[in-house]
């Protein structure tokens, strides 16, 4: 059988034999295919392979006219906000109409059946030998071969993942085979046409301060110098706004940017997602990617690593704004669930969508840097991302990149849309259950906390006590966090917590009322009263705060 041929040609291990038998089923049960005769792997022919060594090297012409570039091929970008061509010369899906030569999906053989889609998930399956190989049959497979999101994954399953430092060589393919620039190889690949492996370069190039230009006046964030806690209690604990003059004092707003933090911290571990890298690694990575959704550094352990004093005080490094008041978290101790970060990134990095954990509220105070945030309360339908039924899952399949290209003017539509930019200096709210994307317009570092003010109570009750399975956070041993957190409160402040519950009871009985209406199951007192005329709405006061019906 081929596949046989295949499997020996390409060196595939035995943990990756499950490809090739997805491969063969799709053919098999394909009328049109019968066989793999037309690809043509030959992975070891001086005319095809660019180097039997372990390293990639350059070269002139293949057999059959495939011209290699140098790694410096580069076609630079035409204007300030243009997209540059692709270093292989790969074009867009519908360019191939335009196209006058032969296309280099011809010469996939009966693999042509696979839609790119489906062949850039088979390929995930393939070790770092297999899919270096495969991508020297042909130009479509070098095209796909070469796609860094799949060196991602061989990186986080091999012994790299494991490491804290090493040498950042620009890419996940070139950092995991050991290649220097100058010992890369690309062929020219002018005449491959897939959406699958050009829109993520235009969404790693696309210019963000575009998007957060021009901003609706309805729509911009509320910019203050400073607030008093009474008035933030009182007005605006349910509102995102931003403070000009609040972190001034802070002594790392004197003394941290990116450069300082590398010769104070170079050898200090840091949680990047998926990674923990020494800062110096992670700052290689930081000034020399082209990812479309970049890592970004978020770790909850900083303080303890970096051996900071937070709280006011002789020698601290920062403290918590007043305005923002107590804390109700803080009666939890050390039982209390992650609840500071330290975020630092490169430009394009950032959070998609999200609520913050446990029905909390936020604040984000940026150090260096500027970030920009689009804002939703929590009951609207932002554009392009998907809640499960108990929202306990969110799905949003596209990078921030292709979110703003996709969505965002039709989220910036929406009368509920919120936006701004966060400068160095300044520190934004983030209200309790409000949706938000953030995205880095530049290189930066940022704190932020999580914490629940008295004003949202009975919603952090609510979501400990009702949703369970999406408390995060808490350690372990913490089998129960909603009893716990009453019990605190029972014995610190009994009468809060009354009357917390007295709040989240009657939530829920207009919660409940309102469907009985939607249902039709109210009693006739329930109703409104009927008016002349049609009119569509569920007929609630303004008084009820807004709540997705269960």
Not at 89 to 95: A, E, M, Q, S, V
Not at 142 to 166: G, P, Q, R, V, Y
Not at 409 to 421: F, H, P, T, V
Request: contains cysteine.
């Amino acid at each position: 059988m081929v596949i046989k041929v295949v499997a020996k040609l390409v060196s595939i291990s035995p943990s990756r034999v499950n490809l090739l038998f997805r491969l063969e089923v799709i053919i098999a049960n394909n009328p049109t295919t019968a066989k793999l005769s037309r690809i043509h792997l030959l992975p070891m022919s001086p005319h095809r392979v660019l180097s039997s060594s372990p390293q990639d090297t350059t070269g002139t012409v293949t057999k059959g006219g495939s011209h290699l570039l140098a790694d410096d091929h580069v076609v630079g970008f035409e204007s300030e906000s243009s997209i540059p061509s692709h270093p292989l010369g790969i074009k867009p899906l519908g360019n191939k109409y335009f196209h006058e030569g032969r296309d280099a999906r011809g010469f996939l053989g009966n693999l042509q059946v696979l839609p790119d889609e489906l062949l850039s998930q088979l390929l995930e399956f393939l070790d770092s030998r297999s899919l270096r190989l495969l991508g020297y049959t042909c130009r479509f497979l070098f095209a796909f071969c070469l796609s860094d999101d799949l060196w991602k994954i061989i990186f986080l399953e091999s012994e790299f993942a494991k490491k804290t430092s090493f040498t950042w060589q620009g890419s996940w393919r070139t950092t995991v085979l050991g290649l220097s620039p100058e010992q890369q190889a690309r062929i020219e690949c002018n005449n491959v046409f897939s959406d699958v492996l050009h829109r993520p370069f235009v969404c790693s190039y696309i210019t963000l301060k575009r998007y957060a230009a021009s901003i609706p006046a309805a729509n911009g964030i509320q910019r203050l110098e400073n607030l008093s806690y009474s008035d933030f209690a009182a007005s605006w604990s349910n509102t995102p706004f931003i403070l000009t003059r609040c972190i001034q004092d802070w002594p790392v707003c004197k003394t941290w940017n990116i450069e300082s933090l590398r010769e104070l911290y170079s050898d200090v571990s840091f949680r990047a997602e998926a990674v923990d890298w020494s800062f110096s690694t992670y700052c290689q990575y930081m000034m020399n990617n082209h990812d479309e959704s970049p890592l970004y550094l978020f770790d909850k352990q900083f303080a303890e690593k970096m051996r900071l004093e937070v709280g006011k005080g002789e020698g601290t490094a920062y403290w918590k704004p007043d305005c923002f008041g107590p804390d109700l978290f803080e009666l939890l101790g050390p039982e209390r669930p992650a609840h500071r970060w330290l975020i630092i990134g490169p430009e394009r990095s950032g959070s998609t969508f999200h609520k913050d954990p446990n029905a909390t509220s936020a604040w984000n105070a940026v150090i260096q840097g500027a970030k920009y945030w689009i804002m939703f309360p929590p009951s609207v339908s932002v554009p392009g991302v998907y809640v499960s039924e108990d929202n306990s899952e969110v799905t949003s399949p596209l990078s921030i990149a292709e979110w703003l290209l996709e969505f965002h003017a039709e989220a910036r539509q929406l009368r509920e849309c919120r936006e701004g930019i966060c400068r160095a200096g300044e520190i934004l709210h983030v209200p309790s259950g409000w949706w938000h994307l953030v995205v880095n317009l530049e290189a930066g570092i940022a704190l932020t906390q999580n914490f629940v003010p008295r004003s949202h109570l009975s919603d952090v009750l609510s979501f400990l006590r009702d949703r369970p399975e999406q408390v995060t956070g808490f350690k372990k041993e913490i089998e129960d966090p909603y009893n716990l957190f009453v019990d605190r409160l029972r014995a610190e402040d009994p009468e809060l917590l009354e009357s917390g519950l007295r709040e989240l009871a009657e939530k829920q009985t207009a919660k409940k009322r309102r469907w009985d209406i939607v249902v039709g199951n109210s009693t006739e007192e329930d109703q409104p009263s009927k008016k002349s005329g049609f009119s569509f709405g569920f007929g609630f006061g303004d008084d009820i705060d807004e709540e997705e019906i269960p």
